[in-house]
């Protein structure tokens, strides 16, 4: 068994057993599903996000493999991602608990608890609007550096997302959004898989994802090509030459994945 608990709930949960007092958690319920359950709870007043994983069964497992995807075992996978970008400076969910019992991976229960990021909206809201509605340069000029700094330090970090879409970058709206008070933060990490170095198969998923997720918000060619500079932190002339093959490739999977879009839309 693996436990870590810190303030509220090391205090909360004293003389308890945590694995049945998270069950216990009441709050608004975003996800239920056989395996897996999301919730917001408060503590004290203060906003707490909790994800408890009870296993898939061999069969889900197996279902996975066959697909050649990698089963989401539990919630060690958005522990370790979330302590490996914290590490390296990459803004994301702060982690207050995290708990792992059971050798099996079919059965193993797990749950993992971070603070509330608010208040916030994602990048994909707060650029709805931007083809009728522009922004500042300067703001999106500072919003494409950024993500493009916090996306090429998670896979030099070895962390690769698995689910890298705008949406998934929270802006702190405490104050007025301007360059200078700019917060982004990075998170649903529960698919994230960590290595010593992310291979180029699952780095370039990531990239197509992000792109695939801004084509729609107004970005011009000149936009693309700054997040690459920011992204490969190398001369532009550089990238296009030595990158051309992965830039094609993004080419084609944003295609593909727009494709899909607009066969299945909401069921991706």
Not at 2 to 23: C, I, K, N, R, Y
Not at 77 to 86: D, F, G, V
Not at 119 to 128: A, R
């Amino acid at each position: 068994m693996t436990l870590e608990l810190h303030e509220p709930f090391a205090s909360l949960w004293a003389g308890q057993d945590p694995f049945v007092a998270v069950e216990a958690l009441q709050g608004q319920v975003y996800r239920e599903l056989d395996g897996r359950r999301t919730l917001r709870t408060e503590v004290a007043g203060r906003g707490y996000f909790v994800k408890i994983h009870r296993g898939i069964g061999w069969g889900e497992i197996a279902k996975n493999l066959l697909q050649a995807k990698q089963p989401v075992l539990g919630a060690r996978q958005e522990w370790q991602a979330i302590e490996r970008l914290h590490q390296v400076g990459v803004p994301t969910m702060t982690a207050v608990a995290f708990g792992e019992r059971g050798a099996n991976p079919a059965t193993q229960h797990s749950f993992i608890i971070t603070e509330e990021l608010a208040p916030t909206v994602s990048l994909e809201d707060f650029s709805l609007d931007w083809v009728r509605q522009p922004p500042e340069p300067a703001l999106k000029r500072a919003l494409i550096a950024e993500v493009a700094r916090m996306t090429g330090a998670m896979h030099r970090a070895g962390v690769n997302h698995r689910d890298c879409y705008i949406c998934h970058f929270l802006l702190d709206t405490a104050q007025p959004v301007t360059v200078a008070n700019l917060q982004l933060w990075l998170i649903d990490l529960h698919r994230a898989q960590c290595r010593a170095q992310v291979p180029r198969r699952w780095r370039d998923k990531d990239l197509a994802g992000l792109y695939f997720s801004a084509l729609g918000i107004g970005l011009t060619r000149r936009d693309f090509l700054r997040f690459l500079q920011g992204y490969f932190q190398r001369p532009l002339r550089e990238i296009l030459r030595d990158e051309a093959p992965l830039l094609a490739r993004l080419e084609r999977k944003a295609a593909a994945l727009l494709e899909r879009k607009e066969r299945y839309g909401d069921r991706l």
